[in-house]
């Protein structure tokens, strides 16, 4: 579907009205045949914050206490995510993590609210995955919601609950593949499943659910966005869907659970050492708990992590994992939200986060969006200041992606080789750039060659042509490792290596060879459910290409094991202590 400015996106909300309209129409739900568990998991803290008014959604904080959450000015910035958040009903797990009968009141007061202002298919609410998500909200926590109600209320709960039923009965083919399509059917198999009066959705929604994990979910268990926190999403919903369906005594198609049984070893892949997700193309960390709700609903083996999922290569050694995003950017749909991230890695070590990606900047508005998905943003050289991928004339779609050229993975006796080679600059400055990356078997030190090289005589000619523009000063390149905020870095032995500290007391050492200029600078970690990015550090190599091939090394070594007294807790995917 098109953006609200487009012709489809204006035919789009026309068609949702209508269909919400024609929903006003549907028998109120006679109550529940079967009500699934509450398997969607809130946050107590977050829940607590809600109670005392101080209300966080899509990034922006509003301090409201006493006020209804529908009377909320969205920030202009945020507007679409604001409402987002809010009619998909995610905070309705945080208030029922919480549980305190405050949490309670305040659940039962927005949501007969919401009922009363939208329950008859007003508000920008009505779209197929807003649905889709809602539904799943109010029927996981409806002992919650309908505790000490009356029965008139109850009453228009199970109304609102067949319009949009109804609703997305009509209107599920609209939700964009993927996420947005797993949300609504999802909703819709829940909504068939567990209200009397709704069986007939059922045989419908669970043939287009199979159907859609067909089409959208690869042999190993990817996703076209290539987006981390989004695969977790729809493993979740998979889960969710499988679990109902078998509680109700219904058969979980094949392709349902086969979906389920590729997802699950990818996620493995993309996880970090600390067991949070790897953080790129729009994806944050995953919400805490959910990965490994996830995983182990999804009956997921423990096992050594397979080296590549989803175009991500994953290199690990004792209490340390670096994953790569080894593959072009997503193209099509999914290159609206897709990063220039193609070669950046992250690293963690045990329980600690050391070299990370900023991050997804949608909660913090557009500029920051932008800016998110750019090269520079990643932990990866850029060129002349160019991202590897770059946008296409709106702006919005990374149109012109760089092509992996070269790529292997080879495990050896010292440890783990990946080299990557991708040609984003080779049509305007001839050089394919190229990153070697070799992590150790015990996960001490992890090495890196950096390279640009013209390797045909028409990448020379071009080369060429470059220098004789710039003056023979050549292509500016920067190398950058983007530290998480709890690193403490510092410029060490005469501004020729950096030191860094975690909180466990790990010491990593950062040093290089080659001709370029070691600075540390500021950079910022974006993190969903902050209102401002938090500050943090980059180390930066900088220096000038001016030949056929360019070449610098360097190596991160840890110098300081974490005391054994202090020691994190092993996590998921971690063996024995380095």
Same mark, same amino acid.
């Given at each position: 579907m098109g953006g609200k400015g487009t012709p489809s996106g204006r035919l789009g909300q026309l068609a949702d009205r209508y269909a919400a309209f024609a929903a006003r129409r549907a028998r109120p739900a006679g109550g529940f045949v079967s009500q699934p568990e509450p398997r969607s998991i809130g946050l107590y803290a977050r829940g607590k914050q809600l109670t005392s008014g101080n209300i966080l959604l899509a990034g922006h904080l509003v301090e409201a206490p006493g006020v209804s959450l529908w009377d909320l000015p969205p920030h202009p910035q945020t507007a679409d995510g604001f409402q987002a958040e809010a009619h998909g009903f995610s905070w309705l797990d945080d208030l029922a993590a919480f549980g305190t009968p405050a949490a309670r009141?305040?659940?039962?007061? $927005?949501?007969?609210?919401?009922? /009363?202002?939208? +329950?008859?298919?007003?508000? *920008?609410?009505?779209? *197929?995955?807003?649905?889709?998500?809602?539904?799943?909200?109010?029927?996981?926590?409806?002992?919650?919601?309908?505790?000490?109600?009356?029965?008139?209320?109850?009453?228009?709960?199970?109304?609102?609950?067949?319009?949009?039923?109804?609703?997305?009965?009509?209107?599920?083919?609209?939700?964009?593949?993927?996420?947005?399509?797993?949300?609504?059917?999802?909703?819709?198999?829940?909504?068939?499943?567990?209200?009397?009066?709704?069986?007939?959705?059922?045989? +419908? =929604?669970?043939?287009?659910?199979? =159907?859609?994990?067909?089409?959208?979910?690869?042999?190993? +268990? +990817?996703?076209?966005?290539?987006? *981390?926190?989004?695969?977790?999403?729809?493993?979740?919903?998979?889960?969710?869907?499988?679990?109902?369906?078998?509680?109700?005594?219904?058969?979980?198609?094949? =392709?349902?659970?086969?979906?389920?049984?590729?997802?699950?070893? /990818?996620?493995?892949?993309?996880?970090?050492?600390?067991?949070?997700?790897?953080?790129?193309?729009?994806g944050g960390k995953g919400t805490e708990g959910r990965l490994d709700q996830s995983l182990a609903a999804a009956g997921a083996r423990p096992g050594q992590p397979a080296a590549v999922a989803m175009g991500f290569a994953r290199l690990s050694g004792r209490r340390t994992s670096v994953i790569v995003d080894a593959s072009p950017p997503p193209g099509g749909r999914a290159a609206l939200a897709a990063h220039a991230s193609t070669a950046a890695f992250e690293l963690t070590s045990g329980r600690r986060p050391l070299v990370v990606s900023c991050g997804s900047g949608l909660s913090f508005g557009p500029a920051w969006r932008q800016a998110a998905r750019a090269t520079p943003s990643h932990s990866v050289l850029t060129l002349d200041g160019a991202s590897s991928s770059r946008f296409g004339t709106k702006g919005e779609a990374l149109e012109h992606l760089a092509n992996v050229t070269a790529s292997r993975l080879i495990p050896g006796a010292e440890g783990t080789d990946l080299y990557i080679a991708h040609d984003g600059w080779t049509a305007s400055h001839g050089l394919t750039a190229g990153r070697s990356l070799t992590l150790a078997q015990d996960g001490r030190r992890l090495s890196g060659v950096e390279t640009l090289i013209a390797l045909t005589a028409e990448a020379r000619r071009r080369f060429e042509d470059m220098m004789t523009l710039t003056r023979m000063e050549g292509a500016g390149f920067a190398i950058r490792f983007h530290l998480h905020p709890e690193v403490d870095a510092a410029l060490d032995m005469a501004d020729t290596a950096v030191s860094m500290g975690l909180r466990s007391g790990e010491? $990593?050492?950062?040093?290089?060879?080659?001709?370029?200029?070691?600075?540390?600078?500021?950079?910022?970690?974006?993190?969903?459910?902050?209102?401002?990015?938090?500050?943090?550090?980059?180390?930066?190599?900088?220096?000038?290409?001016?030949?056929?091939?360019?070449?610098?090394g360097w190596t991160l070594a840890k110098a300081k094991d974490t005391p054994l007294a202090i020691r994190d807790l092993e996590g998921p995917d971690m063996d024995a202590d380095a």
């Open positions: 009141g305040l659940a039962h007061d $927005w949501t007969w609210d919401w009922i /009363a202002r939208y +329950g008859k298919g007003r508000g *920008p609410g009505w779209t *197929p995955d807003l649905t889709g998500r809602r539904i799943i909200r109010w029927i996981h926590h409806a002992t919650f919601l309908l505790s000490s109600r009356s029965k008139g209320d109850n009453q228009d709960f199970y109304r609102a609950l067949a319009r949009q039923s109804s609703y997305l009965s009509r209107r599920w083919q609209a939700a964009a593949p993927g996420l947005p399509r797993f949300e609504a059917l999802t909703g819709l198999v829940y909504a068939g499943i567990s209200l009397i009066g709704m069986e007939r959705l059922v045989p +419908g =929604a669970v043939a287009a659910l199979a =159907a859609a994990c067909d089409a959208d979910i690869d042999r190993e +268990g +990817g996703i076209p966005t290539r987006n *981390p926190e989004e695969l977790l999403e729809v493993l979740t919903l998979l889960t969710w869907s499988a679990r109902a369906l078998s509680e109700a005594g219904q058969p979980v198609p094949a =392709a349902l659970s086969g979906a389920i049984t590729r997802i699950a070893p /990818a996620l493995r892949t993309l996880r970090h050492a600390d067991g949070d997700l790897a953080r790129f193309h729009g010491i $990593w050492i950062f040093r290089f060879s080659g001709q370029a200029i070691l600075t540390l600078e500021p950079s910022a970690y974006l993190e969903k459910g902050r209102i401002n990015p938090r500050p943090c550090t980059q180390i930066v190599l900088r220096g000038q290409a001016r030949g056929f091939e360019t070449r610098i």
